[in-house]
Antibody, heavy 126, light 110 residues
């Protein structure tokens, strides 16, 4: 059974860097079949895609956040991580890591998230 | 404000059928596959439908998905009180170069 688990500080001060790690069990990131993603949900709001990384280390982030986001992978630990810099109160959210399938089906782009972590609440406050 | 528009809420009686719409444009739904997620309060989203109309293993056939042009629809038949949750559509948006989610629809089973 595939499981993902987020970990990291629940409280970050404004202007500092938010750091979260997702530990994957039941699957191997280095298998190269999936992309590994971060998604957040502001309190009482909808979902916002942050970005993803592939086992080789190539990553892609939401252009709306791109300048502040770094996503990295450690295949030896079967983990991937998120760093979000210069945080403000607007970055207070529940942060999910998820496994995603991305590719083409019958010539059309396909992507979806089939396994999710339980979420890690990060509050930005002094 | 999401580029994918969903009704904030829908409701129906137990045993009935409900549909949830997701409206987009040619830069997202019109040229990409759509997925749907179910989220109960305090839990992570769960994949219900992928590639417009495919169900992952374990998802009952009461849940169905379809797409026409720049809109997608999630259908749920034989409604149960346990289906009360928030539902989100999602796809890739080539103009934004980002995965996008709808704003979510809260389903109430009266």
């Amino acid at each position: 059974q595939v499981q993902l688990q987020e970990s990291g500080p629940g409280l970050v001060k404004p202007s500092q860097t938010l750091s979260l790690t997702c530990t994957v069990s039941g699957d191997s990131i280095s298998r190269g079949t999936y992309y590994w993603s971060w998604i957040r949900q502001h309190p009482g709001k909808g979902l916002e895609w942050i970005g993803y990384i592939y086992y080789r280390g190539n990553s892609y982030s939401n252009p709306s956040l791109k300048s502040r986001v770094i996503i990295s992978v450690d295949t030896s630990k079967n983990q991937f991580s998120l760093k979000l810099s210069s945080v403000t109160a607007a970055d207070t959210a529940l942060y999910y890591c998820a496994r995603s399938t991305r590719g083409y089906v019958s010539g059309w782009p396909s992507n979806y998230y089939d396994y999710w972590g339980q979420g890690s609440l990060v509050t930005v406050s002094s | 404000q999401s580029v994918l528009t969903q009704p904030p809420s829908v409701s129906a009686a137990p045993g009935q059928k409900v549909t949830i719409s997701c409206s987009g444009s040619s830069s997202n739904i019109g040229n990409n596959y759509v997925s749907w997620y179910q989220q109960f309060p305090g839990t992570a989203p769960k994949l219900l439908i992928y590639d417009n109309d495919k169900r992952p293993s374990g998802i009952p056939d009461r849940f169905s998905g379809s797409k026409s042009g720049t809109s997608a629809t999630l259908g749920i038949t034989g409604l149960q009180t346990g289906d009360e949750a928030d539902y989100y559509c999602a796809t890739w948006d080539s103009s934004l170069s980002a995965d996008v989610f709808g704003g979510g629809t809260k389903l109430t089973v009266l």
